[in-house]
């Protein structure tokens, strides 16, 4: 989609394993909008740091290192994806290792400062849907358009286990919701969707018939036309 004169920014902020990845994607492609995926730049800042050997439980170090990082944002079709110094990082963030030393590099402030940064300047004059666990919080704390995708924590530790990952969502919980910098939050304005026992199809058309209720003209079209 060409560059427009507005910033149009959906956040979908939520834990871990709530299904919001799924849904936001889905609901980017209905609305004709680029998808991104917030996680995934804190992933590829964690696995440049284990790249260049340093301790991630280390705030101060990592600190440093985010500072160096040459970090990029590609664009996919319509999906933004991280590049670390040119290459394409996707291949290497699902990794245990990454997923074992996430948590602690997303809560060095110096880190988010940057990753923040990073998604607003991408994103001027674009219209997005943006997932993560401070979108509508502290990203773009301003979008009238905000959701919270939650699901009960055992559904959430189900759909990890289906994934092959071992990540204990009641630990990344409780990590995600106690740092100091933007820590996980239902956001002002932000409408709460419980997935537990909701399909994506299920979500996403609540989330449509929300944004359609707040005037955003492709919502109203999409749910028009049910």
């Known amino acids: 989609m060409d560059k427009t004169n507005e910033t149009v920014v959906i956040a979908i902020d939520g834990p871990a394993a709530s299904g919001k990845s799924t849904v936001a994607r889905e609901l980017a492609k209905r ?25 991630c439980r ?24 991280p590049q670390i110094g040119g290459q394409d990082a996707r291949p290497y963030l699902r990794s245990d290792e990454v997923n074992g030393n996430v948590s602690s590099v997303s809560t060095v402030p110096e ?19 943006i997932e993560g666990r401070d979108i509508g ?6 979008t009238p358009y905000k959701f919270y995708i939650d699901a009960d924590p055992q559904v959430r530790q189900m759909r990890r286990a289906c994934q092959g990952q071992a990540e ?8 995600d919701s106690s740092r100091r910098a933007a820590p996980l939050t239902v956001a002002d304005g932000a409408t709460v969707i419980d997935s537990s026992h909701l399909d994506v199809d299920g979500v996403v058309a609540a989330a449509l018939r929300c944004l359609a209720e707040q005037g955003l003209a492709g919502a109203i079209m999409l749910c028009s036309n049910e």
């Not at 500072?67 to 996919?76: C, F, G, N, T």
């Open 31 to 55: 609305l004709g909008f680029r998808f991104f995926n917030s996680g995934d730049l804190y992933r590829a800042m964690t696995w440049a740091c284990l790249r260049s050997g340093v301790d």
């Open 111 to 129: 880190v988010r400062d940057i990753i923040t940064s990073s998604i607003r300047r991408c994103t001027q004059g674009r219209l997005s849907v």
């Open 137 to 142: 919080s502290a990203v773009f704390p301003s």
């Open 168 to 175: 204990d969502v009641s630990m990344r919980d409780r990590i």
């Open 58 to 81: 280390d705030g101060s170090a990592v600190a440093d290192a985010a500072r160096e990082v040459s970090l990029e944002i590609a664009l996919d079709d319509h999906e933004y994806f």
